[in-house]
């Protein structure tokens, strides 16, 4: 074997080399993933609903306590109104129910939130988002 | 031979640029797996409840502040009435801690009232898991606070009687009547049970002839 002969076989061993490993790195990146490692997304978006519910509780727990004391909840809707999610979603507050927009959530995602009353009983706050 | 090894970067090029073009897609897929989505669920969680005792302990520190001054910081027999070296002799602290722990009777674990209030009620434990690992998110449910009522501006009130029995009129009284000397002091701000502020005045009374020290007894 001639010594230019030699370095272009080493060349196209080379390029062959390369081309199995990008080719690998195209595959297993940019097809794969789509089957492999997806997330648990429903798990992460229940988190998501959990934050703007804690943060209404948190801002709002005496009113809730002194609506359902009183179960006059006028006061209350008014803050419950200002609340935004994507889709249809509701509130309810012990056994009453604000859905804003009258719409039916055919697949609710759910969070939970206790609150105490001032008689040391529990005030149960549920958020039903339907799911996208 | 040129041929392939353009051949060869012809391909390479399209590769790198699909590469390229799919990068947002594939940025997602490295976001978030389920243990961490439940592990972030499980804090979310746990503040949930951290919140619940908190407001379990606010309010019933506002109905522990308003019996507190109900009897004048003593037992109900004393009829508002300090007497030092008696049962009559206030105690605020532990008094106060008697009180709160009838409303939250059975809903906690240890209560200590030092500089600073803390009430350890519970336990939590959030498990949560995988294929490939398991994780345990838990602890207490203690909850610390500073107390509504100032202890030491009661206490220095007490001190100011016990070491002025003779000289009462130091330690301000409200008004007086013979030997009778009445206090009132503002001691808290709190929400009454409709959620009304109110402010709330420890009312007590001292007889310098019957005080207990033994000065005029």
Request: aromatic residues 12%.
């Amino acid at each position: 074997m001639k010594k230019g002969d030699e370095s272009a076989l080493t060349i196209l061993v080379s390029l062959i080399v390369l081309m199995i490993i990008i080719s690998q790195y195209f595959i297993f990146f940019v097809f794969f993933p789509h089957k492999i490692i997806q997330p648990d997304s429903q798990q992460y978006i229940g988190s998501e609903i959990d934050l703007p519910l804690m943060t209404f509780v948190k801002l709002n727990s005496d009113l809730i306590v002194i609506s359902a004391k009183n179960n006059d909840y006028n006061d209350l809707e008014k803050k419950i109104d200002e609340l935004e999610f994507d889709g249809c979603w509701e509130l309810k507050i012990k056994d009453r129910t604000f859905n804003k927009n009258n719409c039916d959530i055919k697949n609710p995602e759910t969070t939970i939130m206790n609150i105490p009353d001032y008689s040391n009983n529990q005030i149960k706050i549920i958020l039903n988002v339907n799911k996208e | 031979m040129p041929i392939v090894t353009i051949g060869f970067l012809i391909l390479m090029s399209t590769f790198i640029f699909l590469i390229f073009t799919h990068q947002n897609e594939t940025k997602e897929f490295f976001s978030i797996g389920s243990l961490q989505s439940n592990i972030i669920k499980n804090y979310f969680e746990s503040e949930k409840v951290f919140y619940y005792y908190e407001k379990l302990l606010e309010y019933n520190e506002y109905k522990t502040v308003k019996e507190f001054v109900e009897e004048g910081a003593v037992p109900d027999d004393c009829n508002k009435r300090w007497k030092f070296n008696s049962d009559c002799e206030p105690d605020f602290r532990e008094y106060f801690k008697q009180i709160l722990s009838e409303k939250i009777e059975g809903k906690y674990k240890e209560l200590g009232i030092n500089q600073e209030m803390e009430v350890y009620f519970t336990d939590f434990s959030f498990p949560s898991g995988s294929n490939s690992a398991k994780v345990e998110y838990n602890g207490e449910i203690k909850i610390k606070k500073q107390p509504l009522i100032n202890f030491q501006e009661l206490e220095q009130l007490k001190s100011c009687i016990e070491s002025s029995i003779k000289e009462i009129n130091k330690c301000s009284p409200e008004s007086s009547s013979g030997s009778i000397y009445k206090f009132r002091k503002k001691i808290a701000d709190i929400l009454d049970e409709n959620l009304e502020p109110e402010e709330i005045f420890l009312e007590f009374e001292i007889d310098t002839k019957n005080s207990g020290l033994g000065i005029f007894s």
